[in-house]
């Protein structure tokens, strides 16, 4: 309906938009009233409120970053991200274990991978993301470091080798479809390439020419099951 009243009639399409966010803000206003914390997540909401439907208390409730990203920024705060290319979530448990480990007394810390081990599911790659303080993202950076060093964490080597005339990936972890079947896919399995003739001589004559081994470095999902790999 909404795709439809966009194509037929665009200029009552944006008026009812409008409404629907001043709407959308007022209610939020009320909620605020009523003791929920309330924020804005960076959409403009309150502006387009404010600006086109005259909800002139529109910014009572702040934005999101303003309210609490900004202050940790201040402290030096910011996020520290780890990803297991190995594709085993337990790399990830172990590096939890080792944050809970390195800071004992960051009780937000602690909430939070006690939370995210419990309520959060993993997609593709296992990964997390936590917030530390200036120093402390060093520090854990080098903790990671000698756990990949002591075996205590695995990092999946994957790499691309020619066979006759064809590009194939060898060592890459894709996690299966959570939903699938029966049918679904070996993690590990070998994989082709799909490359144009074109695309892979170049290739080929790269690494020839200069020695080098083909690696991917990022992996984008485009329209399953078809990936895009860097």
């Known amino acids: 309906m909404a795709d439809a009243l966009r194509r037929n009639n665009p200029d009552d399409y ?11 803000v007022e209610m939020m206003l009320e909620l605020q009233k009523r003791g929920a914390i309330t924020f804005d997540y960076g959409n403009n909401i309150r502006g387009q409120a404010k600006d086109k439907r005259g909800v002139e208390n529109a910014f009572d409730f702040p934005g999101f970053v303003p309210a609490y990203i900004r202050p940790l ?9 780890f990803v297991a290319l190995s594709g085993d979530p337990n790399d990830i448990a172990v590096c939890d274990e080792k944050l809970k480990e390195l800071f004992p007394n960051n009780t937000r810390l602690l909430r939070w991978l006690t939370m995210a081990k419990e309520k959060i599911a993993f997609q593709g790659l296992p990964a997390r993301i936590c917030w530390l303080g200036m120093g402390d993202r060093e ?4 903790a990671f470091n000698e756990l990949v060093k002591e075996g205590k964490v695995n990092m999946g080597d994957s790499f691309c080798y020619f066979r006759n005339s064809e590009l194939w990936l060898k060592s890459l972890h ?3 479809y959570k939903n699938g079947s029966y049918a679904n896919h070996e993690p590990m399995r070998l994989r082709k390439l799909l490359l144009t003739k ?6 080929e004559n790269k690494i020839k020419e200069k020695g080098l081994t083909i690696i991917p470095y990022k992996i984008q999902n485009v329209v399953l099951p078809k990936l895009k790999l860097f």
């Open 174 to 176: 894709i996690s299966v």
């Open 139 to 142: 520090i854990a950076g080098v």
């Open 198 to 203: 074109k695309e892979i001589k170049r290739l």
């Open 14 to 24: 944006v008026r009812k938009s409008y409404d629907t966010m001043a709407h959308h």
């Open 73 to 81: 920024f201040c402290e030096g705060k910011g996020p520290f991200r």
